[in-house]
């Protein structure tokens, strides 16, 4: 005598086409094709500063307004320490004089209190989205194509930039897929200087790799360099698949003269819950060549100098599958945000507070968790500094391999 | 008699329920709940067969309540201070057992021990402080748990604003009481009991089906390797709550459904192998609870120290419970949000299931582990993993 069985068991299902279309809907999402209009259009407005966000205007900007900010997508083959090439998917801003894809994709940099237009568009097959990890706009603009539309052609989403902090983006199609390819970039929002701003810091945006300011609990506080790691594992095999690779047959669902879907299966065997990477990477960059500097002439580097006295800001991104075990040798680390929202900042999180994670302690990151990290180095502590994380495998956690860099505190 | 002729199949409607003594059930369980007499209660080790979104049955091992059995077992709803009996008893051939870890590493709360094959053991304790445990098969672990032989059990305070009662922290008891009460926090108070669906429960697991098959095949004596199991184990299927994909997502017990300004409270807890990632959509999540530390960010952080994030840490074993606020997602510029409560919006999908015509609500958000090889099934499909939605059906006045 079985068990009862409610309405939403598949095996029921299955007798029930008209139902398995719904399912497969759920994953077939419509595309556009040509530009698709942003719905309640907010114009820029010169000061990019939206009227109904309670903090000052000013109009005095570093950079001028790209609005809307574009991506486009676009492929390259990069080269490993090994001498294997590997495909990297991503986004770059075609309207940026020689610019170029790269894997990250380009930085995204804001201003508190903005509203944001990204134009997503040189879809070359198919569809992505974008999905603006942290932010939390409408369902819409919040590219996840099977609970809104997937992009063929092009969209500008829209948002409003509400709190200062680290986030990045990424492709919400296939998303297993095409996350590993590599298709994501940070996302900055930086807040208002104070206002006695030291004259020698830019209006936000603030440039990539500081000076600038950064929230600390209640107040902006000054940092004199910035380092943004996003950490990585590539496995080699997945980046040999297709756009679509194994997903199921819903999603190129064909219909009948009813309008019904046929031919729907699963697929099985397809492999992406089999990851093993082979490259372990800091921003793009694979182990040994983090240990370099960025202006290595040979193979370009992410370790990071600054001066004793002065204030280094890390921007932290985990953005492996496998769990990142990071230790900071020789440097204490106050940790002040995380996934885009400050430690100690009332109204909303004055239920916490920054802490230190104190050197050479481990701390752990999960896929897509962000840790802002104050580093405030002495006289004392001049020298060379290891930043080295373990990438632990999701189920076994064994060791697959490391990624390190450094620190590197100079008079 | 070839007794697995007689495997049911497991209902996957989601958690069943059971209260036992005085506790108020939360409404989105009273549909099926199995209000006990008294605070004792039978569980049977069974085996089961649990359907996989891609609709195929795999061999499992499950608790099951008056011959019905469930993966995840029957959720646990008891008071703080209750006295509990519970008395399992082993229909399988292998020796199985029934027990609560504790706050540490290997220590339990209760205890059966091993329970040879068709044999009962009875485990009496004090239900522990206000807070999500898991109860589970502690033997041959994790092979045993693994498997199907685990549940949940909720522990509710006596008394109090927040699901701690007088063991919240200071900062945990003020954010409970700012829900409603405050300028950041329009929309309607704590209510632990109230009348809206107010709470969810989450258990992350994984199938990995050699093994399910293994077990299926054994004959008596024969006992899974547990390092083996450990080593070789590869998930092929992500569940929350024994279900995936399409099928999660839809699942009003799962789901985040509710009004702007009304809050829900998630317990999550993982029984799996794998390393999660949960990623919430719409609204960051506060971790009011870790592993049964109240207030707890993690061992660096201090004490009573609540971290406001969009994607947390799910490894084996571990319970978070975490405070979704439902707030007005922040980044929606304000006059679009007046158009969405006037219902004037342009935004949606008529063709999407999730988008009606009505120039409004609902809208719909996903929940994700960003772990995203979770996000397949039987080594594709995306996305029917671990998933769910998060739907806003409206707003509540001043949201």
């Not at chain 1, 590219?143 to 990424?170: D, N």
């Not at chain 1, 020789?330 to 100690?344: F, H, K, S, Y």
């Not at chain 2, 994790?142 to 199907?148: A, E, F, I, S, T």
Request: glycine fraction near 10%.
């Amino acid at each position: 005598m079985p068990s009862p069985i409610i309405s939403r068991d598949p095996k029921t299902l299955a007798a029930d086409p008209s139902f398995l279309g719904y399912v497969c809907q759920f994953i077939d999402p419509p595309k556009s094709s040509g530009l698709l209009p942003t719905p309640d259009w907010i114009p820029p407005d010169g000061s990019r500063l939206h009227p109904a966000f309670p903090t000052r205007k000013f109009t005095t900007f570093a950079q001028p307004d790209r609005t809307p900010i574009t991506r486009h997508f676009e492929t390259v083959k990069k080269t490993m320490p090994d001498g294997q090439d590997v495909e990297f998917w991503g986004f770059f801003d075609p309207k940026i004089p020689g610019n170029s894809y790269k894997f990250p994709s380009d930085e995204i940099r804001l201003v508190e209190g903005q509203i944001f237009h990204g134009l997503l568009g040189g879809i070359k097959k198919k569809a992505h989205t974008i999905h603006w990890h942290g932010i939390e706009p409408t369902s819409q603009n919040d590219g996840v194509g099977k609970l809104s539309m997937e992009v063929g052609g092009e969209y500008i989403y829209q948002w409003l930039a509400s709190a200062a902090g680290t986030y990045f983006y990424h492709c919400h199609r296939n998303t297993l897929l095409h996350f590993e390819f590599g298709m994501y970039g940070m996302l900055l929002i930086d807040p208002l200087p104070p206002p006695r701003k030291d004259p020698a810091i830019p209006f936000p945006p603030y440039p990539a790799g500081g000076p600038g300011y950064v929230r600390r609990a209640n107040t902006v506080v000054k940092y004199d360099k910035e380092a943004v790691w996003v950490l990585d594992d590539v496995d080699p095999l997945w980046h040999l698949l297709d756009h679509d690779a194994a997903m199921s047959s819903c999603d190129n669902l064909n219909l009948d003269a009813n309008g019904n879907p046929v031919g729907v299966n699963f697929t099985s065997g397809g492999g992406l819950n089999v990851f093993n990477p082979a490259y372990f990477c800091i921003s793009g960059v694979p182990h040994p060549w983090t240990r370099n500097l960025p202006t290595d002439p040979v193979n370009p580097g992410v370790a990071v100098q600054v001066k004793a006295g002065k204030t280094l800001l890390i921007r932290l991104l985990c953005g492996a599958y496998s769990l990142n075990k990071c230790v900071m040798e020789g440097l204490n680390a106050e940790v002040i945000a995380m996934d885009g929202r400050v430690l100690g900042q009332p109204p909303f999180t004055k239920y916490s507070r920054p802490f230190t994670i104190s050197a050479g302690v481990p701390f752990n990151l999960t896929a897509a968790r962000r840790f802002d990290l104050l580093i405030s180095p002495t006289a004392a502590q001049i020298g060379t500094h290891r930043f080295v994380v373990e990438f632990q495998h999701h189920v076994t956690r064994q060791v697959m391999g490391i990624a390190e860099t450094f620190v590197n505190v100079v008079p | 008699m070839n007794r697995r002729e007689f495997i049911k199949r497991v209902g996957i409607g989601g958690l069943a329920a059971i209260a036992l003594g005085a506790v108020n059930l939360p409404p989105i369980f009273r549909r099926t709940e199995a209000l006990a007499a008294d605070v004792a209660l039978n569980l049977e080790v069974v085996e089961a067969l649990q359907e996989t979104v891609d609709a195929n049955l795999v061999y499992s091992w499950a608790f099951a309540v008056n011959g019905q059995p469930s993966i995840p077992g029957p959720v646990i709803y008891v008071s703080q201070g209750d006295n509990l009996t519970i008395t399992v008893t082993n229909t399988l051939d292998e020796p199985h057992g029934f027990a609560i870890p504790g706050l540490l590493p290997g220590t339990f709360l209760a205890n059966t021990g091993p329970i040879s094959s068709g044999g009962s053991a009875t485990v009496s304790f004090l239900a522990p402080n206000p807070g999500t445990y898991i109860y589970l098969d502690p033997e041959n672990d994790p092979v045993n748990r693994v498997l199907g032989l685990h549940g949940v059990l909720v522990v509710k305070p006596t008394a109090g604003n927040n699901p701690y009662g007088a063991f919240a922290t200071p900062n945990v008891a003020s954010l409970f009481n700012d829900l409603g009460n405050s300028s950041h926090f329009p929309g309607v108070p704590w209510a632990p009991n109230g009348p809206n669906n107010r709470e969810r429960i989450w258990v992350f697991s994984e199938i990995d089906p050699e093994f399910n098959l293994q077990a299926q095949v054994a004959g008596p004596g024969e006992i899974i390797d547990r390092n083996i199991f450990q080593q070789a184990f590869l998930p092929t299927y992500f569940t929350i709550n024994g279900q995936s994909g399409y099928f999660a997502a839809n699942n009003p017990d799962i789901a985040l459904i509710g009004l702007a300004g009304e809050p829900i409270l998630i317990r999550n807890v993982h029984v799996g192998l794998d390393t999660h990632s949960p990623h919430i959509h719409a609204n960051h999540g506060y971790i009011v609870s870790v592993d049964n530390v109240i207030g707890k960010g993690d061992e660096h952080s201090g004490a009573d120290n609540i971290w406001w994030m969009d994607t947390w840490t799910m490894l084996p074993l571990n319970r978070k419970d975490v405070l979704y606020p439902m707030m007005r997602p922040p980044d929606i510029p304000p006059q679009t949000w007046a158009k969405q409560i006037a219902g004037t919006s342009d935004e949606g999908f008529v063709d999407n299931l999730m988008h009606g015509p009505n120039g409004g609500f609902p809208i719909a958000y996903p929940m994700h582990s960003h772990q995203e090889i979770s996000q397949s099934a039987n080594g594709g499909n995306y996305p029917k993993g671990l998933i769910t939605h998060i739907e806003f059906h409206g707003a509540l006045p001043g949201v």
